[in-house]
Nanobody, 123 residues
Framework: QVHLVESGGGLVQAGGSLRLSCAASGRTFDGYAMAWFRQAPGRERVFVAAITWTGGSTDYTDSVKGRFTISRDNAENSMSLQMNSLKPEDTAVYYC????????????????WGQGTQVTVSS
C-alpha cells in the first residue's frame, strides 16, 4: 500500500506561482509512474502531468506546457509540480497519483491517489 499526501496548494493571483508536493509513505514507490490530475468544480478529473518512475520522461497536457514542471525524488519518496504563470482556469483540486502500468492519461490506470490540494487562482 502506498499512501500519498499532497501539500502546497493555496490562493494566488493570476501570473503567480505555486509548488505542489506529493509525499509517499508505506511501501516504496520505486517502479511506479506518477502523475498530477486536477478536478474543477462540476468537471471530471483530468490529466495534468506525468513522470516515469526513473524521472527520465515527462508529459504534460497542452494547456500547461511551458508553465508547469513535474519532478520526483525517489530517494525522498516525493514528487513535485512547479506551477508558474498561473491562470484562473488552473483553479482546481490537484491530486497526485501512482500507477504500475496502463495509460498515463486515464484515471482508472492509477493504483493510488492522494486526498487532493486546492489551488485557486484569482484574476
Amino acid at each position: 500500500q502506498v499512501h500519498l499526501v499532497e501539500s502546497g496548494g493555496g490562493l494566488v493571483q493570476a501570473g503567480g506561482s505555486l509548488r505542489l508536493s506529493c509525499a509517499a509513505s508505506g511501501r516504496t514507490f520505486d517502479g511506479y509512474a506518477m502523475a498530477w490530475f486536477r478536478q474543477a468544480p462540476g468537471r471530471e478529473r483530468v490529466f495534468v502531468a506525468a513522470i516515469t518512475w526513473t524521472g527520465g520522461s515527462t508529459d504534460y497536457t497542452d494547456s500547461v506546457k511551458g508553465r508547469f514542471t513535474i519532478s520526483r525524488d525517489n530517494a525522498e519518496n516525493s514528487m513535485s509540480l512547479q506551477m508558474n504563470s498561473l491562470k484562473p482556469e488552473d483553479t482546481a483540486v490537484y491530486y497526485c497519483a501512482a500507477r504500475s502500468g496502463g495509460s498515463r492519461y486515464q484515471t482508472w490506470a492509477y493504483n493510488y491517489w492522494g486526498q487532493g490540494t486546492q489551488v485557486t487562482v484569482s484574476s
